[in-house]
């Protein structure tokens, strides 16, 4: 049974980093694309971060870009999202989230599956 969980969000102060960490079980890592998604209280979900399988390529959403990096360990099956320089407008829930077989990463909205999300709190 596939199994998405997030760890490792918290509560920073504007400029402070955090790295999220995304456990995935029950599919075989490494033939998937993935990615993190956020969502906000009272906004529409929005696309963060994509890597391709073999980490050959990632896409990042224009208000991360050059501030967050994402990463993945095909031995732990962890996919990483480290975020530097964050922003009060970053707080939000962070999915971590499974592209459906055979995609890439050419859009920020189309995932299998998600976990339970993980918050991330950033205060000015």
């Known amino acids: 049974q596939e199994q998405v969980v997030e760890s490792g969000g918290g509560s920073v102060q504007t400029g402070g980093s955090l790295r999220l960490s995304c456990s995935i079980s029950?599919?075989?890592?490494?033939?998937?694309?993935m990615g993190w998604f956020r969502q906000a209280p009272g906004k529409e979900s929005e696309g963060v971060a994509c890597i391709t399988p073999g980490a050959l390529r990632t896409n990042y959403a224009d208000p991360v870009k050059g501030r967050f990096t994402i990463s993945r360990d095909g031995v732990k099956r962890i996919l990483y999202l480290q975020m530097n320089t964050l922003k009060p407008e970053d707080t939000a829930s962070y999915y971590c989230?499974?592209?459906?077989?055979?995609?890439?990463?050419?859009?920020?909205?189309?995932?299998?599956?998600w976990g339970r999300g993980t918050q991330v709190t950033v205060s000015s």
């Open positions: 029950g599919l075989s890592f490494d033939a998937y694309a």
């Open positions: 989230a499974v592209k459906p077989f055979g995609q890439a990463c050419g859009n920020l909205y189309e995932w299998r599956s």
